[in-house]
């Protein structure tokens, strides 16, 4: 289960390591995403999260706003 | 596993740097004038105006407490009554642009619109600045 944070935690959170992933089609990630971000689009993310992301560093999930 | 719920809207409506192909594109954040007068609703416009053109100023934002935008007072209603209180005299709930706004873009709101300034907010409303003609190339 995931927890929900804020602004000010993913900047800290950025700040000592955490993966940051973009789960937004690959368009709107190749416009803008935040620094450091990677793409992984939503129907991707279960076979694909395992592949690239750390397991031993947090993780950030984020798409466009909270709709 | 965390969730940034209120996402890249939020990050980039609070002006925070991002990466991409849009990233190197001028936007509201690069040309807002964040040195914009600002007044509370219960000051008097004379006061007011006093300041604003004190300061090389024909405009002047009404904030609350927190920052956040409650109305406009452009050069047409700082000529208004001084002795009237700012509520009284503001251009009530303007509309504002987010600072990921592109340039090219507020160029053609500004012209379709005819808006002489408008204020830049974060997307809880709070002022960032006010964006005028000359900020994004416009007479």
């Given at each position: 289960?995931a927890?929900d944070?804020g602004r000010?935690?993913?900047?800290?959170?950025?700040?000592?390591?955490?993966?940051?992933?973009d789960v937004l089609p690959?368009?709107e990630?190749?416009?803008?995403?935040?620094?450091?971000?990677?793409?992984?689009p939503l129907?991707?993310?279960?076979?694909?999260?395992?592949?690239?992301?750390?397991?031993?560093?947090?993780?950030?999930v984020y798409c466009w706003d909270s709709a | 596993?965390?969730d940034y719920r209120t996402g890249k809207q939020d990050w980039m409506g609070?002006?925070?740097?991002?990466?991409?192909?849009?990233?190197?594109?001028?936007?509201?954040?690069?040309?807002?004038?964040?040195?914009?007068?600002?007044?509370?609703?219960?000051?008097?416009?004379?006061?007011?105006?006093?300041?604003?053109?004190?300061?090389?100023?024909?405009?002047?934002?009404?904030?609350?407490?927190?920052?956040?935008?409650?109305?406009?007072?452009?050069?047409?209603?700082?000529?208004?009554?001084?002795?009237?209180?700012?509520?009284?005299?503001?251009?009530?709930?303007?509309?504002?642009?987010r600072?990921?706004?592109?340039?090219?873009?507020?160029?053609?709101?500004?012209?379709?619109?005819?808006?002489?300034?408008?204020?830049?907010?974060?997307s809880d409303?709070?002022?960032?600045?006010?964006?005028?003609?000359?900020?994004?190339?416009?007479?």
């Amino acid at each position: 289960m995931a927890q929900d944070i804020g602004r000010e935690q993913v900047r800290r959170l950025m700040a000592e390591g955490a993966q940051i992933v973009d789960v937004l089609p690959r368009r709107e990630y190749s416009e803008d995403h935040l620094p450091g971000a990677i793409n992984l689009p939503l129907r991707k993310i279960e076979s694909h999260a395992t592949q690239v992301l750390d397991p031993s560093r947090p993780v950030i999930v984020y798409c466009w706003d909270s709709a | 596993m965390y969730d940034y719920r209120t996402g890249k809207q939020d990050w980039m409506g609070a002006g925070l740097p991002t990466e991409g192909t849009n990233a190197e594109r001028p936007r509201l954040v690069d040309v807002v004038r964040r040195d914009v007068p600002t007044c509370s609703l219960d000051e008097r416009l004379g006061d007011v105006r006093d300041r604003v053109v004190a300061a090389g100023w024909d405009a002047c934002v009404v904030v609350s407490q927190e920052r956040v935008v409650l109305g406009l007072l452009r050069a047409e209603e700082l000529q208004a009554d001084p002795d009237l209180l700012v509520e009284r005299a503001m251009r009530p709930g303007p509309s504002t642009y987010r600072p990921f706004v592109s340039v090219a873009e507020m160029r053609r709101i500004m012209i379709d619109r005819n808006l002489p300034s408008s204020p830049v907010t974060t997307s809880d409303g709070k002022l960032v600045g006010l964006v005028r003609r000359r900020d994004v190339g416009l007479r």
